[in-house]
């Protein structure tokens, strides 16, 4: 860890504490955010990072501490917040009204320049500096490209935001905040609903900042490019803790540090068993003396001063042990990691016929059903034999969202899907899924299917606790689904009565992804798998799906996920290798890749093949 370059604070928090209800999420927090610096938040999902980051913005008050920031702040939160009733153009006019106030006050004073006072030509000196700062003059030209690069160019200005989607609507809202720049940027998860290029040009955007930025963010290419400085929100111990040279060092400086608390704790374990077994041996030889000692008038001065010192032995060794037990070292959490043991479900089981089974459903129900096929899926490849096939949609044709001559999924198949945002890349999962109909075409299924959406709805019914919203819909024991839900590993026991209305959107993004790796399916359908998950989770969940046997289809505009595609698709087949380097720890042996790899381009609702490492 270390301390801020320099000790000027642009954002400072002092002894600050917080938590709903009787949850702490920290306490005792520490920390100097210096001008210029730029900051990524990084931890589990429900750890606090947008809790922290809500506090550094003003918007929520810490229970107790101390929050100061000194300059403009430009706060972006996971969902925009705006009114429904505003229009596109009430937003932008909304972001820059500051702008048009000073270009007001401009005009006003450049009005009586010919007759004006010193105080007055000072006046207009300072206002016409800050509005060049800001560059007031291009900020009607920087918002119409915000908005063209963020893929909302073609959306008229008079639609209400109501009439967008959520991703439109966050992305109407990113527009706004980078129009007038502030000071400080305050960003909580920006790239959830941005496309590839979007994305590059946000993280260009963010790089090129000359004031303060702090992001909450899963993107491990943006977090690599834009932040030098890592916050952790340490939710086991209830910390935040600053670690510096970027993302790969806090990742260096992290494995280290686990290293060290390992050994720690093996020590300290050590410790109490020598300590155990010094007492139980000492104890053993007394007792074996006695047996020996046959004539109790015998027992001499040098045995009685012998059994003496080996009282005093004992009595020492349960003391170290007593302050041993006193000052426990905590054993290391274990890494939440995905040990569902994914394998593919013959076609004859449960769901064989096409039916769905979706991830959390917020109102404690199960999935929708999708339409029923005419059979069990088959074994093969990609060879045109009907046994093979479990997903075929023929002639399908949505106006305007969807133009599908046929696209055809085989068993065994994994297929990535990517495109600008707007493609018809989630309608078409929609589709398969069978949860979208189109009045053209026809779909077949077949098999046990598990689609993962890429917005949840809002819990219908959210006093409802973690566990039994798990377990909703599925049948059986609620202590065996406790059980698999820990073996899983995306929770851990102390969560499991948190209501799912006190959940953050990773949690809940989680929780649908635990029902979907254990509903034994045999095709996953899966749309931005990777939103709201911490960037260790994701790694994690690339390896579950790297050894999956079933079918899987899935939509991401990740980078880092299409990278880890295409280094699959490279490796499908060959014999297991030492993988190493890059987001994934030095030295795990990695299974190769199962399935055939296969990645389509979307745009306009057409679909395309492409090559697996574009």
Not at 256 to 285: C, F, L, N, P
Request: glycine share 14%; aromatic share 4%.
């Amino acid at each position: 860890m270390t301390e801020p370059t320099a000790r000027t604070e642009q954002l400072l928090l002092s002894g600050v504490a917080h938590g709903y209800g009787d949850r702490q999420l920290f306490a005792g927090v520490e920390l100097v955010i210096a001008p210029g610096e730029h900051v990524a938040i990084v931890g589990e999902n429900g750890a606090g990072k947008s809790t922290l980051l809500r506090i550094l913005a003003g918007h929520e008050a810490p229970d107790s501490g101390t929050a100061v920031r000194q300059g403009r702040v430009g706060y972006l939160a996971q969902t925009s917040g705006l009114p429904a009733g505003l229009t596109v153009a009430d937003a932008i006019d909304d972001a820059l009204r500051a702008l048009r106030g000073m270009e007001a006050e401009l005009e006003r004073l450049e009005a009586g320049l010919a007759t004006a006072e010193a105080q007055e030509l000072e006046a207009y000196g300072s206002l016409q500096t800050q509005y060049q700062l800001r560059e007031g003059y291009a900020a009607e030209s920087r918002v119409e490209a915000a908005l063209d690069r963020l893929g909302l160019g073609g959306v008229e200005r008079g639609r209400t935001l109501g009439s967008l989607s959520g991703g439109e609507q966050e992305r109407v809202a990113l527009a706004c905040l980078l129009a007038d720049p502030a000071d400080i940027l305050l960003l909580d998860e920006p790239t959830n609903h941005l496309d590839a290029s979007g994305t590059a040009w946000l993280e260009n955007r963010l790089a090129a900042h000359r004031g303060t930025v702090v992001v909450v963010s899963h993107d491990r290419v943006l977090l690599r490019r834009v932040a030098s400085t890592v916050i952790e929100v340490d939710a086991e111990r209830r910390t935040v803790n600053r670690y510096g040279n970027g993302y790969d060092g806090y990742l260096k400086e992290k494995r280290a540090e686990r290293q060290r608390w390992v050994q720690q704790y093996h020590g300290w374990i050590d410790a109490m068993a020598a300590e155990q077994r010094q007492a139980e041996t000492v104890s053993s030889k007394m007792g074996y003396a006695r047996q020996r000692d046959g004539d109790k008038m015998g027992f001499d001065f040098k045995a009685g001063t012998w059994e003496r010192a080996a009282t005093s032995k004992i009595r020492n060794a349960q003391e170290r042990l007593r302050r041993l037990e006193a000052n426990p070292v905590e054993r290391p959490p274990e890494r939440l990691k995905l040990d569902a043991g994914l394998e593919e479900v013959p076609g004859s089981g449960p769901g064989a016929d096409g039916t769905l089974s979706g991830g959390w459903v917020p109102d404690g129900g199960t999935a929708g059903g999708g339409t029923a096929g005419d059979g069990a899926a088959g074994g093969g490849t990609a060879d045109g034999d009907a046994s093979n096939l479990v997903l075929r949609a023929r002639r399908a044709r949505l106006p305007g969202r969807l133009d599908l001559s046929e696209f055809r999924v085989d068993r065994g198949q994994k297929i990535l899907i990517t495109g600008p945002n707007g493609a018809g890349k989630s309608t078409l999962l929609s589709l398969l899924a069978g949860t979208l109909e189109t009045p053209v075409g026809e779909v077949e299924r077949r098999g046990r299917i598990g689609y993962l959406q890429q917005e949840l709805e809002p819990p219908r019914f959210p006093a409802l606790r973690l566990l039994p919203a798990f377990a909703a819909g599925l049948g059986g024991n609620i202590d065996d689904h406790a059980e698999a839900l820990l073996r899983l590993g995306l929770f851990r026991a102390s969560e499991f009565h948190v209501p799912v209305g006190g959940l953050s959107a990773g949690q809940q993004r989680r929780l649908a992804l635990a029902r979907l790796l254990l509903g034994h399916n045999d095709v996953m359908l899966l749309d931005e798998p990777t939103n709201h998950l911490a960037p260790v989770l994701v790694e994690e969940l690339e390896t579950a799906l790297a050894g999956f046997g079933g079918t899987l289809v899935m939509v991401s505009h990740d980078r880092a996920l299409r990278q880890w595609f295409s280094d699959c698709a490279g490796r499908s087949g060959d014999r297991p290798a030492e993988r190493g380097g890059g987001d994934h720890p030095a030295g795990l042996t990695a299974a190769p890749p199962r399935g055939t790899w296969l990645r389509y381009t979307m745009e306009g609702g057409i679909l395309e093949p492409a090559p697996v490492s574009a």
